[in-house]
């Protein structure tokens, strides 16, 4: 082969022209076996760190994903509940209940509401029973009971 700047001849397996110096193209494969080995290493120096990171943003995406499905399980219920609202004058509570279970009891006011009684009540008589029964009591003491 020739030289690619002054054209001579070379001779096999040299580097470096001997009649100009410019480097022969043989010459320039060989640095880039270096970086070739060198690029698996620091490929593996950085895989820790990232697996690391990649898990704690799993376990932050099962949080997350938990944190939602609550929330979007205690929406659902609520907009599909049924409601008893019973109003006196010093305040109210509400009863959030489907057929299967009192979900939930807000208050304002004076109104009381015990959701822990109220579901183990419900366990044991009905829903139905439980509900008809809170909103006689509290009609008989003067309350005004609405059902939604
Ligand atoms: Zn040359």
């Known amino acids: 082969m020739n030289c690619r700047n ?3 001849l070379l001779q096999q ?3 470096v022209c001997p009649y100009c110096g410019t480097p ?3 010459g320039m494969q060989q640095p880039m076996g270096g970086p070739m080995y060198q690029q698996p290493m620091m490929q593996q120096q950085y895989a820790p760190p990232k697996k690391s990171g990649s898990a704690l943003k799993i376990i932050l995406g099962v949080i997350g994903g938990i944190i939602l499905l609550v929330i979007v399980v205690a929406v659902v219920i609520v907009l599909t509940s049924k409601k008893l609202k019973c109003s006196a004058a010093g305040g109210s509570f509400t009863v ?7 979900w939930a009891c807000t208050t304002t006011g004076t109104g009381t509401c015990d959701l822990d009684l109220l579901q183990s009540n419900a ?9 008809s029964l809170l909103k006689t009591t509290a009609e008989n003491s003067g309350a005004v009971c609405t059902s939604e």
């Not at 959030?96 to 009192?102: C, H, L, P």
């Open 96 to 102: 959030y209940y489907t057929d299967s279970n009192i």
């Open 6 to 8: 002054c054209g001579n």
């Open 13 to 15: 397996g040299v580097m």
């Open 123 to 131: 366990k044991t008589y009905g829903v139905d029973k439980v509900i």
């Open 24 to 26: 022969v193209n043989n």
